[in-house]
């Protein structure tokens, strides 16, 4: 066979005739045996099996992540939907005894008629947990109060709240509306 490959390069031009051919050395992939390059192929066929694998529980994962998401979200909204039906259930009443006091004619059965909603109102509102913010005679907290007014006052120290110019709700611990107050000073 080196005969052939001679002439062959002879016929080339590559070498020249007679010229000594130099034996390239065998590498060392070249004295593997058939064993060893098929456990080469069966370690890369595992490999790319387990990186399959993996491949395949990384999208699972994702994919129960993205069905928790779009649960959870629906589950919000029809939680907002039940809250919000419990607290309108609750004011219907309300509407419907303004509906009533509008009908009436003035005197003060009207009056007392007016203020029986607004009592109703009120515990209608503190069943769900909202309360007034405290302000009459208490001192100035910018957390819970805006005072619109300054009054100088010889009987309170300055930052006491005089007057109430509108009440102010909170909700547990989360303000809805400050009070708007007169403060001395």
């Not at 031009?13 to 390239?24: K, M, T």
């Not at 595992?46 to 589950?75: C, W």
């Not at 005679?137 to 006491?160: C, K, L, N, T, W």
Request: aromatic fraction near 4%.
């Amino acid at each position: 066979m080196k005969d052939l490959n001679k002439t062959k390069l002879e016929e080339d031009n590559i070498v020249e005739p007679g010229e000594v051919i130099e034996e390239i050395p065998p590498s060392e992939n070249d004295n593997l045996s058939n064993e060893e390059n098929a456990s080469d192929i069966d370690v890369t066929e595992e490999k790319d099996v387990e990186i399959a694998k993996l491949m395949e529980r990384l999208l699972r994962s994702q994919a129960e992540f993205e069905n928790f998401r779009r649960r959870t979200q629906k589950e919000k909204e029809e939680l907002s939907g039940f809250t919000k039906g419990i607290i309108f259930g609750k004011l219907l009443p309300v509407l419907d005894n303004f509906e009533r006091a509008i009908l009436a004619p003035d005197g003060p059965a009207f009056r007392q008629g007016v203020e029986m909603i607004q009592q109703q109102l009120v515990k209608a509102v503190e069943a769900q947990g909202v309360s007034k913010i405290k302000t009459h005679g208490e001192i100035f907290d910018p957390q819970y109060h805006e005072a619109v007014m300054r009054e100088s006052s010889e009987d309170q120290p300055e930052g006491v709240i005089l007057e109430e110019l509108q009440a102010g709700y909170q909700l547990g611990n989360q303000i809805l509306r400050p009070a708007m107050v007169k403060i001395s000073g």
